[in-house]
């Protein structure tokens, strides 16, 4: 099993930067795919980011495609999203989210972190 805690949320204004991280307890961590997922105001709960065990492949929603990077470091069990050139409607609560296998779904990740909240004001 693994835990999950992510943290770095915050206010910016578009344009600005945040760096979110994620946090695991469990081992099996190392060996999952993470992704982050967000979910805005009278939204769905939406894919954006995910890497693989190793970090050899990452993939990306279009709407975030060339501003966001996710990243990982296994040794320290924790994994990384770097938010750049933010834009209202990121705003949301992002979750990260890890399992066995690779997928863009929510039901394809059996574990989540409790979300933190990201606002980009205009």
């Known amino acids: 099993q693994v835990q999950l805690v992510e943290s770095g949320g915050g206010s910016v204004q578009a344009g600005g930067s945040l760096r979110l991280s994620c946090g695991a307890a469990g081992r099996a961590f190392t060996r999952y795919t993470v992704a982050w997922f967000r979910q805005g105001p009278d939204k769905e709960r939406e894919f954006v980011a995910a890497?693989?065990?190793?970090?050899?492949?990452?993939y990306y929603h279009d709407s975030v495609k060339g501003r966001f990077t996710i990243s990982r470091d296994n040794a320290k069990l924790a994994m990384f999203l770097q938010m750049n050139n933010l834009r209202p409607e990121d705003t949301a609560v992002y979750y990260c989210a890890a399992d066995n296998h690779r997928g863009v779904y929510e039901d394809d990740y059996n574990y989540w972190g409790q979300g933190t909240q990201v606002t980009v004001s205009s």
């Open positions: 890497i693989t065990w190793s970090g050899s492949s990452s």
